[in-house]
């Protein structure tokens, strides 16, 4: 169950766009230029084909991950107040050391099970972990 609030929206994947579009950038009407003999120019291109890659699978996954979240329609559990929109997906993410609830639409408050609870725990702790574990790796390579 889930009450709407206004809010202000934002679309957490325009910086790996603005990235996506940096590294493509780098090498688009240039591509002809590269020395690939040269070791580093093909070190770094390995580098950037590899970004390339991760920032299209994860932009490709929160498109269909969007078209999944977000209000139902339903009342499995019946209706908690008169402000109560029904029943809501969410996806719960880790990216660049922060963790992340989609929620796919402005809510004041959300209710749930003691399972779905449980459930939603779980998740924030498996992505709490991925995001810590993300921080290290940022700390190792900076």
């Known amino acids: ?3 709407e609030e206004p809010c202000a929206g ?9 990235h996506l579009r940096q590294i493509m950038g780098r ?3 240039r591509i002809h230029d590269l020395n690939l003999h040269d070791l580093d120019t093909r070190s770094q291109l390995m580098l950037d084909l590899g970004a390339l ?13 969007a078209s999944i979240i977000g209000p139902t329609g339903e ?3 019946g209706t908690l107040s008169d402000a109560d929109v029904g029943g809501i997906n969410i996806a719960v993410s880790a990216h660049e050391g ?7 639409a402005p809510l004041m408050w959300i ?3 003691p399972d779905q609870a449980r459930a939603i725990a779980k998740g924030l702790q498996t992505r709490a972990l991925q995001a ?4 290290e790796g940022v700390a190792e390579h900076g």
């Open 111 to 113: 209710g749930m099970t």
């Open 132 to 135: 810590e574990a993300q921080l």
């Open 10 to 18: 934002a679309r957490p994947t325009d910086p790996e766009e603005t």
């Open 1 to 3: 169950m889930a009450s």
């Open 75 to 77: 009342y499995p559990g």
């Open 98 to 104: 922060h963790v992340i609830v989609a929620f796919g």
């Open 53 to 65: 890659a991760g920032i299209a699978v994860r932009l490709i996954t929160a498109r269909k991950t």
């Open 27 to 29: 090498y688009l009407g």
